[in-house]
């Protein structure tokens, strides 16, 4: 039902009231000059109405995306009834769901806590439209409990023009990053604007999942303390490397070659680059170019490794302030998170992969001969083992190596004091529905459970481990512990799942890998040759560094 809200500073504006709920889609949160041009922060809302009734233009990115992002969780959901058409100076938009009060209205004095989520897809895909980062049935869970948010979903650029960079592009006044730019735009917007709604801007929670969870993460490298606390699934900040110059000049060449634009002069190439078909900007693209956060000394101020983020003491090369500012951080992985990295290349790797990886094993660790049979035994691959089992062991390896360690890295290195608090989860529930992955727990379910969108898709005992994942999360946004946090040597964790086991949620103090659902052989391996050299390893195999 359409319902009209009076913002003390917004002006007017027509949302969707249903079940407890107002939902705002599709304000526009910061302007464009043009698609490289660096975000404007929004301010102006002088037309005194604004129809926030429908989901805004994404960014641009390639059309049906979400199908694929369905099947990494292997079940469809219903699409709204007017899929936006995505737009490369229109996409810098947000929707807000509101709590109504007892009343049925708003309460703009009710100082709620904020949970502002960034998707994921890689940098190059995804969309705050999509129907499983749909925050209402969150929403519902909080009032329920008496301890109601309010929920955000973020647009932001991706791909080409929110991470294509060069000397040339900078040259002419075009930051690097966009996409991360567009991301605190978007929160210094929620900051302003949010008390109008009955929020709390000095309680913004932002989490992202993915490449959204690497992005969270990177707020904490931020001197300006956007949000109070941060939470990171599948993705930590060693989830990959911040990609250096030589690499973006590298891939600003192939884009340039393959747009046609390669006899132009710098000035003509920048003003077509402007100027381009917008479906050029994601069709003509070259598969497989990196366009991934890089190095800008800004945004993302260096590059960081398992010493430095696990050290206490601060790394100059790779400066976390938010150490200092940040009340509460919570980071979670999935028991084979890795499982995405199938999708995005080892599958293209068979037949042979065991073969392909035991030479890229031995090329990597040379040096190491005593590591290359620790690590080949330990995931017991050889020569011999069939395609799909040596497939999967890769992905347990990269996934441990990729997600698992990097949360303990963080966990050992953050302050961990009564007013910087660390908390870390596992998610084991496995996929119910049929695929290549049923019953693991692969990527992005998670947020599938936590957002709460697959409930009638769910069992009963499944829908348990997704209501407690719901209701500590809801917990954590509200600044209170949903489970101890992480002190001293051991690393005690939450872990969700698996209900086929009669798990729904526990806490289990010790952090031990087995009783976490978790194993010692990457840790293992890490304290033997360093763990920045075992990520070598995964990633010189996986996309050929």
Not at 8 to 14: N, R, S
Not at 72 to 80: G, M, N, T, W
Not at 238 to 249: C, D, G, R, W, Y
Not at 386 to 404: M, Q, V, W
Request: with cysteine.
């Amino acid at each position: 039902m359409r319902t009209a809200y009076k913002h003390k500073d917004l002006g007017e504006v027509h949302g969707n009231s249903n079940d407890g709920v107002v939902q705002f889609l599709g304000l526009k949160y910061a302007s464009l000059k043009n698609r490289f041009a660096a975000p404007s922060l929004l301010t102006d809302y002088s037309s005194g109405q604004i129809d926030a009734t429908k989901f805004g233009p994404p960014p641009v990115s390639p059309v049906g995306a979400i199908n694929n992002e369905f099947g990494f969780i292997q079940k469809e959901l219903p699409l709204p009834p007017d899929v936006p058409s995505h737009s490369d100076i229109e996409g810098l938009n947000l929707n807000i769901t509101v709590p109504r009060g007892k009343n049925g209205d708003i309460d703009n004095n009710a100082k709620l806590p904020v949970h502002v989520f960034v998707h994921g897809g890689g940098f190059a895909v995804g969309s705050s439209w999509y129907p499983h980062y749909d925050p209402a049935p969150l929403v519902r869970i909080s009032i329920e409990k008496g301890k109601p948010i309010i929920g955000v979903t973020i647009n932001y650029r991706l791909g080409v023009t929110g991470f294509m960079t060069s000397k040339e592009l900078r040259s002419a006044g075009y930051k690097a990053n966009n996409g991360f730019h567009d991301q605190r735009t978007a929160l210094q917007w929620v900051r302003r604007y949010i008390g109008g709604f009955g929020g709390d801007p000095e309680e913004i929670t932002v989490s992202g999942e993915s490449a959204g969870g690497f992005s969270a993460l990177m707020l904490l490298t931020s001197g300006e303390p956007l949000v109070k606390r941060v939470l990171s699934t599948g993705g930590a900040v060693l989830l990959f490397k911040p990609i250096p110059e030589a690499v973006t000049e590298m891939s600003y060449s192939k884009i340039i070659e393959a747009f046609g634009l390669k006899d132009k002069s710098p000035e003509e190439r920048v003003q077509a680059l402007l100027s381009l078909p917008i479906d050029d900007l994601w069709q003509k693209v070259p598969p497989g170019t990196p366009l991934i956060p890089s190095v800008d000394n800004d945004t993302v101020p260096g590059v960081a490794t398992f010493p430095g983020v696990s050290s206490q003491s601060e790394d100059p090369t790779f400066p976390l302030p938010g150490r200092k500012w940040c009340s509460a951080v919570m980071i979670g992985d999935s028991k084979l998170d890795g499982n995405i990295l199938a999708y995005m290349g080892l599958d293209a790797k068979l037949p042979n992969i065991a073969a392909q990886f035991i030479e890229s094993v031995n090329g990597t660790l040379s040096d190491h001969p005593d590591a290359i049979s620790t690590l080949l035994s330990a995931y017991n691959i050889t020569p011999s083992s069939k395609d799909n089992e040596a497939l999967l062991s890769i992905l347990r390896f990269g996934t441990e190596i990729s997600f698992y360690a990097p949360s303990l890295a963080f966990a050992k290195g953050w302050p961990r004091t009564k007013d910087n608090k660390f908390f870390l989860y596992h998610f084991n529930e496995g996929i119910p529905w049929d695929g290549k992955f049923k019953g693991e727990a692969g990527h992005i379910l998670d947020v599938a459970f936590l957002f709460q969108n697959y409930n009638e898709h769910l069992s009963d005992k499944q829908k348990e481990v997704a209501r407690a994942y719901g209701e500590d999360i809801i917990e954590f946004i509200n600044g209170n512990d949903p489970w101890p946090p992480v002190e001293g040597e051991q690393y005690g964790a939450r872990v969700y799942g698996p209900s086929s086991e009669g798990i729904t949620a526990q806490y289990v103090a010790s952090g031990n890998p087995a009783e976490v659902g978790r194993h010692d052989r990457v840790l293992k391996l890490g304290e033997q040759i360093g763990f920045d050299l075992v990520m070598d390893v995964f990633q010189n195999f996986a996309f050929g560094r």
